[in-house]
């Protein structure tokens, strides 16, 4: 099995990003932000990470760390680890850069960035997003976008769906 450690190069710490925020902004890059749990990366996923990288120049994935999945999916989830979803969601070559993030929200990480551009899924909308960060998204002046939601492609029908081979 491979260790954590050889995985981690596929993840940016937030301060490298910010950095890299600068210098792509100095040339007039358009930064798209989007972020998830990514657990079980599915087809629906890659779809929703696609169709977000058509809205600039350079795709970047919030992803939610260990702890931060196990709060808000339950204790039995992350089902990949932080270092194995940041590496596969890296590979994708769509994707420019990954974080991480602990907090319950994104806010902090939007303010810092200044993404030109956010992209959610189509199941959310701009009533259903995180209060906080959607005041982090307007103070920034990005663009709020969202992408259609494959439906049928989802971590937790995946799950069942393993789930029932055992049966």
């Known amino acids: 099995m491979t260790t954590p450690e050889a995985f981690a190069e596929s993840i940016c710490s937030l301060d490298d990003a910010c950095e890299k925020r600068i210098q792509r902004a100095r040339k007039s890059k358009k930064i798209v932000l989007t972020n998830g749990c990514f657990d079980l990366l599915h087809s629906g996923h890659i779809h929703s990470l ?3 990288s058509k809205f600039g ?3 970047w994935v919030a992803l939610n760390s260990d702890s931060s999945v196990r709060a808000i999916k339950g204790s039995n989830r992350p ?3 932080q270092y194995e979803r940041a590496y596969m ?3 994708l070559r769509f994707v420019s850069l990954v974080f991480l993030f602990e907090n319950a929200d994104l806010s902090d990480e939007i303010l810092k960035l200044q993404p ?3 992209v959610k899924s189509g199941d959310y909308s701009v009533d259903t997003l995180n209060v906080n960060e959607k005041s982090a998204l307007d103070q920034v002046g990005a663009r709020i976008c969202f992408v259609p939601f494959l439906k049928g492609f989802s971590t937790t ?3 069942e769906t393993i789930q029932n ?3």
């Open 89 to 91: 969601i890296s590979s």
């Open 116 to 118: 030109d551009v956010y």
């Open 79 to 81: 089902i990949y680890s």
């Open 157 to 159: 029908l995946k799950i």
């Open 57 to 59: 120049d350079e795709l």
């Open 165 to 167: 081979l055992k049966n």
């Open 50 to 52: 696609e169709k977000a």
